[in-house]
């Protein structure tokens, strides 16, 4: 079977997915998920094709058989760069629109796998654990995502301060084959045509609250985990809406009904400090934040050509306030090419001999981008302004009745109306349409509360040498 094969196969296993107040029976299927499981279908693809295989695969030494490259423990700078270029042609095939191609996940895990000596509770079992767990999702090819967030049910309270303590999912009871859990956690973007879901909280627990500060992995499939999805975005209209009905990565709050987590899965239990020295490892945080760097430098390089080619298409470029627009846009990118580029020139090896790139570019990268794509998209809409209220809803009607119409009032500058159309339609899509909504929500939000990342990247700075300098000055005798 080739890997797309073995991924169709592994979706048709029971799971519980809720769109619509319906179970959807099969996914590959329905006009809500169709369009981006073929997508993933595509890139699986790229893995078996004998061209494009080495640049996507590599191949562990304990089986011999390739494996996805974001599994790789990079032992050198030049694998820091393989690992890059891996995530930069998935990225380059999706234009950066799709943000959880489990490439991130992937990376925490191997993460979590190469310093799993250093991490885990006070059990001892963390190692073992996340070693054969690393190994199954590497050699199965197992996608997978995360939900780290507890439902925004109140947010004035701890989770130990609701009614229901299992509000927020915690451990019910324990048994000899695991623990059973209840509640919910959020946002699991990608569970529906997942396999598998990292659980743990994503912020630092005190100790009295240790019933909550609980890391496991669960099969999306498995009994009392249902997977409530919210609206579709998705189109079944490629021509008028190419983005929606190839990206939609559908985002979903994940339900545990006394759901029963096999104590093999379960990584730390009861410890919050355990699990926050694994959110704060660095070499997951390195590992993981690399492909999303290089997602965001593809999706940036997209929203620059599509305002490049509208001002072009209605004869606006020749502008001086237009060009400024355009030549924010290319700063935009080029920022994010320097900062990724600079983390990988920077890499080092770490106490363990683990090649990692320097962390301090790619989180400054993320944090502008929090910014930059919300301020890309409004320029899409400063350049193309009225004319995005001017294009019919179908392209069909260009070969419909009012077709001559159309042809005439509807051309571009150089481009005949059928070019011009498309493009404005792709940009709609970009910009105006429910997924356009979708992903400035999420490049805002995505690597958590802005205002907290940026005060996290002051407060973890190392200021020594920037103060030095003033200090030096200040101290120095005036002459």
């Not at 030494?61 to 995530?87: C, M, R, W």
């Not at 992995?217 to 190839?246: M, Q, W, Y």
């Not at 379960?266 to 290089?294: G, N």
Request: aromatic share 10%.
């Amino acid at each position: 079977m080739t890997a797309s094969q073995r991924y169709l196969s592994r979706l048709r296993d029971g799971r519980s997915v809720w769109l619509q107040g319906k179970i959807v029976e099969d996914l590959p299927s329905h006009p809500a998920f169709a369009g981006t499981i073929q997508t993933i279908c595509a890139l699986l693809a790229l893995q078996d094709d004998p061209a494009s295989q080495p640049s996507l695969t590599f191949s562990p030494p304990d089986t011999g058989k390739p494996a996805n490259l974001a599994y790789l423990v990079p032992g050198s700078k030049e694998e820091v760069l393989q690992k890059e270029t891996a995530y930069r042609i998935w990225s380059e095939k999706t234009f950066g629109m799709m943000s959880r191609l489990s490439d991130y996940s992937r990376s925490l895990l191997t993460g979590w796998y190469a310093s799993r000596h250093v991490l885990g509770g006070s059990d001892g079992k963390f190692a073992d654990k996340i070693d054969r767990y690393y190994r199954l999702s590497r050699d199965q090819d197992l996608f997978s995502t995360t939900a780290l967030h507890d439902p925004q049910v109140d947010r004035s309270k701890l989770s130990s301060q609701f009614d229901d303590p299992h509000t927020h999912l915690r451990i019910v009871r324990e048994t000899e084959d695991g623990i059973i859990v209840r509640g919910a956690k959020m946002i699991a973007t990608g569970a529906p045509y997942y396999d598998e879901i990292f659980v743990y909280p994503f912020h630092r627990r005190p100790q009295s609250e240790a019933r909550y500060a609980t890391m496991f992995a669960v099969p999306v499939a498995t009994k009392g985990v249902h997977i409530v999805c919210r609206e579709s975005f998705a189109s079944e209209n490629a021509e008028d809406h190419p983005l929606s009905s190839r990206f939609d990565e559908m985002d979903a709050v994940v339900v545990f009904d006394d759901a029963l987590i096999p104590w093999e899965r379960v990584f730390i239990k009861d410890d919050p400090e355990a699990i926050w020295r694994l959110r704060q490892d660095p070499v997951a945080v390195a590992l993981s934040q690399q492909p999303t760097v290089v997602r965001l430098l593809q999706k940036l390089e997209f929203v620059a050509a599509i305002g490049h080619e509208l001002a072009c298409t209605i004869g606006a470029r020749q502008y001086l306030h237009v060009q400024e627009k355009l030549g924010e846009l290319i700063i935009q990118a080029e920022t994010i090419r320097a900062l990724l580029l600079a983390a990988r020139e920077r890499a080092k090896p770490n106490q363990y001999g683990v090649w990692l790139p320097a962390v301090e570019p790619l989180t400054t990268a993320r944090n502008l981008g929090s910014r930059y794509y919300p301020r890309a998209l409004e320029i899409i809409q400063q350049i193309g302004a009225g004319g995005f209220l001017q294009v019919p809803s179908a392209l069909a009607e260009l070969n419909g009745p009012i077709g001559p119409f159309i042809q005439k009032y509807y051309r571009g500058a150089e481009v005949q109306a059928e070019t011009r159309l498309k493009l404005f339609k792709l940009a709609w899509d970009l910009i105006g349409s429910p997924l356009a909504s979708r992903h400035e929500l999420y490049e805002r939000f995505y690597s958590g509360d802005p205002v907290r990342t940026y005060a996290s990247q002051y407060a973890g700075y190392d200021r020594q040498e920037l103060i030095q300098t003033v200090w030096e000055l200040a101290k120095s005798d005036a002459r």
